[in-house]
T-cell receptor, first 111, second 111 residues
Framework: DADVTQTPRNRITKTGKRIMLECSQTKGHDRMYWYRQDPGLGLQLIYY???????NKGEISDGYSVSRQAQAKFSLSLESAIPNQTALYFC??????????FGPGTRLTVL | QKEVEQDPGPLSVPEGAIVSLNCTYSNSAFQYFMWYRQYSRKGPELLMY????GNKEDGRFTAQVDKSSKYISLFIRDSQPSDSATYLC???????????FGTGTQLKVEL
């Protein structure tokens, strides 16, 4: 089984809809991250969490929110989706040595 | 100017060639340097991880860091078609795990 899983893997939604992307990990890491990837822009950090009670904004948090339900679960929500949020979204975890491990990604399309 | 610059390619080489991938950066506080490999429609996979300046070798892969020039490289010897992927450099400062990524270089190794 994969160490970092993301659901759904693909999602098509309409402008204005609220959607949630979920991430679960079995690596036992405290630190979790959400990134988005756009062609030509690389990976940009949306939010990160160093433990269940610690949530921090990344470079591009506007229009997004997160919830850390447990050590193993970190969800990303788009309160009112817009077309320029169409992207690949990745969840990652890290160990104390700062190595980050990524999930398989969610391809989100906002029409 | 971006903190991390990476030539997007695409880079096409024949099987067996030596490949050189590079990134430059502007933040002198970066101390941890990584290379990730990303296959199409997959999440990034950690390939090499180095701290500070110097070389690190792992099989056919060698990572070099030159902090004085703010330049990092990944060399792939005896390249194989299975090495065809996008290679992302990433780096972080000493405190915390926030990574700054390059935009990725697309590599194609042809038979």
């Amino acid at each position: 089984d994969a160490d970092v899983t993301q659901t759904p893997r693909n999602r098509i939604t309409k402008t204005g809809k609220r959607i949630m992307l979920e991430c679960s990990q079995t690596k036992g890491h405290d630190r979790m991250y959400w990134y988005r990837q756009d062609p030509g822009l690389g990976l940009q950090l949306i939010y990160y969490s160093f433990d269940v009670k610690d949530i921090n904004k990344g470079e591009i948090s506007d229009g997004y929110s997160v919830s850390r339900q447990a050590q193993a679960k970190f969800s990303l929500s788009l309160e009112s989706a817009i077309p320029n949020q169409t992207a690949l979204y990745f969840c990652a975890t890290s160990d104390p040595g700062r190595k980050q491990f990524f999930g398989p990604g969610t391809r989100l399309t906002v029409l | 100017q971006k903190e991390v610059e990476q030539d997007p390619g695409p880079l096409s080489v024949p099987e067996g060639a030596i490949v050189s991938l590079n990134c430059t950066y502007s933040n002198s506080a970066f101390q941890y340097f990584m290379w990730y490999r990303q296959y199409s429609r997959k999440g990034p996979e950690l390939l090499m991880y180095t701290y500070s300046s110097g070389n690190k070798e792992d099989g056919r892969f060698t990572a070099q860091v030159d902090k004085s020039s703010k330049y990092i490289s990944l060399f792939i010897r005896d390249s194989q078609p299975s090495d065809s992927a996008t290679y992302l450099c990433a780096m972080s400062e000493g405190g915390g795990n926030k990574l700054t990524f390059g935009t990725g270089t697309q590599l194609k190794v042809e038979l």
